[in-house]
């Protein structure tokens, strides 16, 4: 167990050291999710009754499409020299591989949709300050699901001929019901007070989680392998 | 200091002048434990095989090489015994070791050198190092980080990202990464492709050393020109088949294979 997560951090600190030398992942991430959140603001230009109905399902999408660019780039480095196949030939256990990688999709993502919150909350004149605790677990909970079916969605388009494209087709269906349980408790969470239905859809999301992350690990072997 | 490794272009200037004799491999009866057994390899992709039947033994202190078009299945083979791809059928034991069943164990024992790489552009020399390393759970890592770093030449280098290196220092990077974890087998696939010839020069003299140490290499290759001066087996690859085993002299190994080659145009004609 302590050589898997010292494999796992191993994995996780040179993702670190890239991302933070490249700035690829996270600067498409802002970037895009910034714009987006800019557009939907010019383009509803809500009041709060429309930003109570809609904003939950405006801010996810913005976090999935924004995700989607980092996630394109999760083996990129990979495959830039052919370095999988390093990765491939020490004696890792490749569940490491894929939860070292997750990890660092996992805190790209979260970095990135801090800032987008908050601009959504100046944009879309939300308070967020004393739901602050639960939206922080919603947006923890939605990003670990969404980095784990994308991470191993990411490792099975990575050689498919369009896998720019492919990863979204893939992801979206898989995806769509953490998106459910993110919009519906982000929803439950901004009403006053916190709707009944939040405890419901935290616990959907983190089933989801418990299946996206167990799942993976048993079939990542046989998504690297020929 | 006096035991410390010479760096490799040290080595290879010696080599150039003449020195040396010591490296050469010892070409002794075979022991008795193989380091390598193919059993009944076959490898399909879809409806195209690309192995077939291939049984081969490997010793301690070979210098085998693949020689093969493309297309023949020399990297299929190596990727096989790397574990890199799965065979569809057959059996291959690393010192006897099932690499189906302990595939970390056998893992340890080996090292790959491909025409890629494996490196991270934007991390450092040391930084990748470290990594592999960590990969591999090594003990004393920055001790053995140090030694191999001044080994390949790159000390004063190890600091700057690979992005800046040039292929030359890339490829000595690469050899430093297959070898720190001290395997005791060597994979070459087209290990000289895209080198120029100082390149060349320096990781001849090195395969010159690593089985000069009684250890063993496998190399892929369609190149009769290179490093090629201590092999002691070869293995003509035709159609993911061995055609033939040879061992001898490399100049008539070379003669021998361009006569293969002759004879196989004349049968596609």
């Known amino acids: 167990m302590v050589h898997f997560l010292n494999q796992v951090g191993a994995i996780l600190w040179k993702d670190i050291l890239t991302e933070f030398r490249t700035k690829d992942a996270i600067t498409s991430m802002l970037l895009f999710g910034l714009l987006v959140i800019l557009m939907f603001h010019f383009a509803f230009e809500p009041d709060s009754l429309e930003t109570e109905k809609y904003g939950p399902g405006l801010l996810w999408v913005t976090f999935i499409f924004a995700g989607m660019l980092g996630m394109n780039r999760t083996f990129a480095g990979e495959k830039e020299n052919d370095n999988l196949q390093s990765l491939m030939l020490a004696p890792v256990n490749w569940g490491a591989i894929f939860i070292g990688k997750m990890l660092a999709n996992l805190l790209f993502m979260l970095m990135a949709e801090t800032v987008i919150l908050f601009c959504f909350s100046i944009f879309f004149n939300v308070n967020l300050v004393p739901r602050l605790g639960w939206v922080a677990l919603i947006t923890f909970l939605g990003t670990l699901g969404f980095a784990s079916a994308g991470t191993i969605l990411a490792a099975v388009s990575m050689n498919t001929r369009m896998s720019d494209v492919m990863l979204p087709i893939l992801f979206l269906p898989v995806a769509l019901p953490a998106i459910l349980g993110a919009v519906e408790s982000t929803a439950a969470a901004l009403t006053d007070p916190p709707g009944e239905a939040l405890g419901f859809w935290l616990k959907f999301l983190v089933v989801y989680n418990i299946i996206f992350i167990t799942l993976p690990l048993l079939l990542f072997d046989y998504v690297l392998e020929e | ?269």
Do not use: C
Request: hydrophobic share 40%.
């Open chain 2, 1 to 269: 200091m006096q035991n410390e490794p010479k760096p490799v272009w040290e080595a290879a200037a010696e080599d150039e002048s003449g020195s040396n004799g010591s490296m050469t491999p010892s070409h002794a009866p075979a022991p008795t434990t193989p380091v390598i057994r193919l059993e009944g390899i076959e490898k399909w992709f879809g409806n195209t095989r690309a192995l077939q039947g291939i049984n081969l033994v490997v010793w301690p202190g070979d210098f085998l090489v693949l020689l093969g078009r493309n297309g023949a299945g020399k990297s299929t083979l190596l990727r096989v015994i790397a574990r890199l791809a799965k065979p569809s059928s057959g059996r291959i034991l690393v010192r006897e070791i099932d690499i189906s069943r302990h595939t970390d164990q056998v893992r340890v024992q080996l090292g790959f050198v491909a025409h890629s790489s494996y490196l991270y552009s934007n991390l450092t020399a040391r930084e990748n190092l470290r990594f592999f390393g960590r990969m591999y759970q090594m003990e004393k890592l920055e001790e053995r980080i140090e030694e191999t770093l001044r080994w390949v030449g790159l000390d004063e280098s190890a600091d700057r990202r690979v992005r800046g290196f040039s292929r030359g220092m890339q490829q000595r990077l690469s050899i430093a990464r297959a070898t720190l974890h001290g395997p005791e087998i060597l994979l070459m696939d087209e290990p000289f492709s895209g080198l120029d010839l100082e390149a060349s020069a320096l990781l001849s003299t090195w395969m010159r050393e690593f089985i000069g140490r009684g250890k063993t290499i496998l190399m892929a290759t369609h190149d009769l020109e290179q490093g090629l001066a201590f092999v002691n087996r070869w293995a003509l690859l035709e159609k993911g088949t061995i055609a033939e085993e040879l061992s001898g002299d490399p100049g008539k190994i070379r003669e021998r294979y361009k006569q293969f080659l002759r004879e196989r145009r004349g049968a596609f004609s």
